[in-house]
């Protein structure tokens, strides 16, 4: 009988350190340990739709390779990126969602999470990166151009999902946010004063 091992129990590696003043963060991929605080976390984040517990334990066990959370100084994730290559285009990254604890919001945790990524991603193929943004959160729409203008990639927007016909008139518009192409070189490699 073959028996393919599903369950990732051990913690994963650092990828990153981040250090700002006097705080500190380490980067890595989530496991299923993390399903339950990052779900809390998602909680902390509004406006961010918080997804069922089951939902955040996929994402941390199923898509951990293309996902990422920053555990603060007690071991505790303050900030969890779920993400995932969309199946029929594996070269685009899709970035579900951007939750940063509100206790470690302005230090760069958001920008170094992404970048991140890209490090882990763009040299296994991935050459686009997309997202959806509400045209009302301004915040995540500056990460986002911050991220895009320090690889110097191009970008493109268009509506995804509407308000009134996709959500009934019970969300904001989601607007498609798709850009690259990333490379491991050249140009559009990031910079890294901005
Ligand atoms: C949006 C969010 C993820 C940003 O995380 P963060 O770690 O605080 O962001 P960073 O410190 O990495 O900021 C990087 C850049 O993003 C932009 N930015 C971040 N927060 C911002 C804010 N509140 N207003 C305007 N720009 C903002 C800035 O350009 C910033 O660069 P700067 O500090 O040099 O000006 C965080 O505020 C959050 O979790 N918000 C609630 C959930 C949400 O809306 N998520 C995004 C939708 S998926």
Redesign the pocket.
Same mark, same amino acid.
């Not at 927007?157 to 009134?164: A, E, M, Q, V």
């Given at each position: 009988m073959i028996c393919e091992q599903t369950h990732h129990s051990h913690p994963k590696q650092p990828e990153r350190v981040h250090r700002t003043g006097n705080r500190l963060f380490i980067l890595r991929q989530p496991s299923d340990r993390d399903g339950r605080p990052v779900s809390e976390l998602?909680a902390r984040?509004?406006? !961010?739709d918080v997804n069922s517990l089951y939902a955040n334990l996929l994402q941390c066990t199923h898509f951990s390779d293309t996902s990422v959370v920053a555990e603060d100084e007690n071991g505790k994730p303050a900030?969890f990126v779920p993400a995932y290559r969309l199946p029929s285009l594996p070269h685009t990254l899709f970035?579900?969602?951007?939750?940063?604890?509100?206790q470690?919001?302005? *230090?760069?945790?958001? !920008?170094?999470? *992404?970048e991140s990524l890209l490090e882990r991603l763009v040299p296994r193929g991935v050459r686009f990166l997309e997202?959806?943004?509400?045209p009302k959160?301004?915040?995540?729409?500056?990460?986002? !151009?911050? !991220?895009f203008s320090r690889y110097r990639v191009a970008f493109t927007t268009r509506l995804l999902f509407s308000g009134d016909d996709h959500f009934g008139g019970k969300h904001d518009d989601e607007e498609l946010y798709h850009a690259g192409p990333f490379f491991e070189s050249g140009p559009w490699k990031r910079q890294e004063k901005s």
């Amino acid at each position: 009988m073959i028996c393919e091992q599903t369950h990732h129990s051990h913690p994963k590696q650092p990828e990153r350190v981040h250090r700002t003043g006097n705080r500190l963060f380490i980067l890595r991929q989530p496991s299923d340990r993390d399903g339950r605080p990052v779900s809390e976390l998602v909680a902390r984040c509004p406006p !961010l739709d918080v997804n069922s517990l089951y939902a955040n334990l996929l994402q941390c066990t199923h898509f951990s390779d293309t996902s990422v959370v920053a555990e603060d100084e007690n071991g505790k994730p303050a900030g969890f990126v779920p993400a995932y290559r969309l199946p029929s285009l594996p070269h685009t990254l899709f970035v579900w969602q951007v939750a940063v604890d509100p206790q470690a919001r302005g *230090l760069g945790v958001g !920008l170094s999470m *992404l970048e991140s990524l890209l490090e882990r991603l763009v040299p296994r193929g991935v050459r686009f990166l997309e997202t959806t943004i509400s045209p009302k959160n301004a915040a995540s729409q500056a990460l986002f !151009l911050k !991220l895009f203008s320090r690889y110097r990639v191009a970008f493109t927007t268009r509506l995804l999902f509407s308000g009134d016909d996709h959500f009934g008139g019970k969300h904001d518009d989601e607007e498609l946010y798709h850009a690259g192409p990333f490379f491991e070189s050249g140009p559009w490699k990031r910079q890294e004063k901005s």
